[in-house]
């Protein structure tokens, strides 16, 4: 559980896994083929047929393509997330703008330069019992680690504004 900020519409790539990859160039391990392992050669890798190699997938599920986004990405465990939002007037989700992003980094700086403000971020480590009567553990935050997550989201923030793309989080 936590909370993932993320830029909206940011450009993807898609790769090869590494691992199917892998298994097609060093060829050390049965591989799945046509999403079933390949049972057929009963371990002998020297039964696998050239064709197979070719197909070969590291698991059955595996599609061999993995899409991945191209922007920075930031994720903060809930107590930590409410600290940074908190402080800078946001909900738990929410989504800003590319219009509004030099605004809220103008905030971001004016958090990080207030020193009272960064001060009153120093949380002890806690334990408290969540709704449903589950353990909740804290394990606190000091100032480093709060200016950290705030530079974190300024340089999300100024990805996008160089992009002309809006910041998601939730
Ligand atoms: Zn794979």
Redesign the pocket.
Known sequence: MGVQVSVKGAPTEVRV?E??ADLRTRRHDVPAVDGAWLRSVDGDLSKVTESQWLRA???PW?S?MRTVTLAPEVGWANANARQVLAALGLEMDGEISHEDIPDMLQKILRVLNIDQIVGRMVRAPSEELGALGCKVIDFGSDTDSFRTRLNDFRNLLIHAHFRGLSVTWG
């Open positions: 896994c691992w199917c997938t590291c698991d595996c061999s």
